[in-house]
């Protein structure tokens, strides 16, 4: 997906050698940034992508690929609230083992007709969408096949995976004439990209940067038409969740059906991202309150407001506000835990220095964040107010199973750290 996306932006391959850049030169700076060769050996992988779809079986499809490759829909972003006729999930691995060895996730975003208020463009998008078919037969096939065996073998998955990628290419020839293109897109610009092309084409892909003020300054002085703003946390000593900035859609030569003429479309883009400690319910709470009193308060006060968030590791863990794992001081003689309380507060046992508490990375969208993004890339909208109400129910009935919650996801990682540890210390008591 990668070098498919290369060939189609190649701003894309700009970015990804600035990112590859400024990651070397905070290597240089700070050689133990990154926790181990495993880190180091994945920071050049992309982090995530972002895909729109237009029907509830194209999304309950795109829920069976993924899983063929190990990725599970991962929680609920309404983004209605922000003007963005949408609500989304993102699709990735869920447990540590399979995270750690490739953290690919895809935004996947499902269109809300329900939200378009006139009734013929709504039925011209309904009637549009209901003749295309995003998959090829063959893709559908060895979904199925995985399903019923179980599995593929190395043929069938080399097949999968050349079948798939088809679902993500850009599509220069429009499925609608230019008319009906000009009236879905004067409706919202994002009903135009999601409905009038063949496919859900990717729309961006993200790879991770350690300092992503240096990246946003770099893109800047290279001439790519960065954002001005970050979205996000501001700048801190420890950075948790998330932040992403991105430089501005291209505009791509489209070919409109009947002959109708060409014209162009802007909707895909290259963002990047930088990633922090994950947080418990009371951390999102506290940032939240904090983010929507920055943004009342107007630009500038972000990182004014934020002095309120503890920034430093222990303060946070102390405070429950960040999610952690604990484990044993590597290195320490089995007899430093000679009368320890196994059954201890783990602060206590972080504190007699024989447990290390290592933060846990925010695998996880933001969804204030991701309607900037959307906005960002819509540019020449007015922003557009529906009255809706957040439809996880209609989204989950959609895509044929609940999505998981992230806080839980979190919690079951530090847990099983804990129980971990303390059968370990158990173990060492009785010794
Ligand atoms: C998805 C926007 C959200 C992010 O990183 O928050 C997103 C889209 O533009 O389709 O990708
Ligand atoms: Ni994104």
Known sequence: MSQLYRAEVPQYGTLLSLVAAVNAQVLREQPDVLA???????????????????????LHTMRRVF?????????????????????STAFRPVDPAALAANPFRVFTSLLRLDLIEDPALRQLARDTLARRRIFTPQALAL????????????AEAEAFVQEVLNTFRWHRSATVTQP???????????????????????????PRTLDIDAAQAEMQRRGLPAKEVIEGPPRRQVPILLRQTSFKALNEPVRFAGDSGDGAHTARFGEIEQRGLALTRAGRALYDTLLQRARQAGPGALAQVFTEFPDDLDALRRAGLGFFQYRLKPGLPSTAWAGVNPDAEVHTLVDQGLVQALPITYEDFLPVSAAGIFQSNLAGDAAVRYDAQAAQAEFEQALGCPVHDEFALYEAEQAASIATLREQLRR????
């Open 67 to 87: 899983a063929v490759m190990g990725m599970q829909p991962v929680g609920y972003y309404d983004l209605s609230v922000a003007g963005v006729p949408v609500h």
């Open 180 to 206: 009906e293109y000009q009236r879905l897109s004067a409706a919202h610009r994002l009903l135009a990209d999601v409905v009038c092309f063949p496919g859900p084409h990717i729309n961006h892909l993200t």
């Open 428 to 431: 060492g008591a009785a010794a």
């Open 36 to 58: 181990g060769p495993a880190e180091a050996a994945r920071l050049e992988v992309e982090r995530h992508g972002a895909i729109r779809l237009g029907t509830a079986e194209e």
């Open 143 to 154: 979904t199925t096949r995985w399903e019923t065996a179980g599995g593929l073998d190395e």
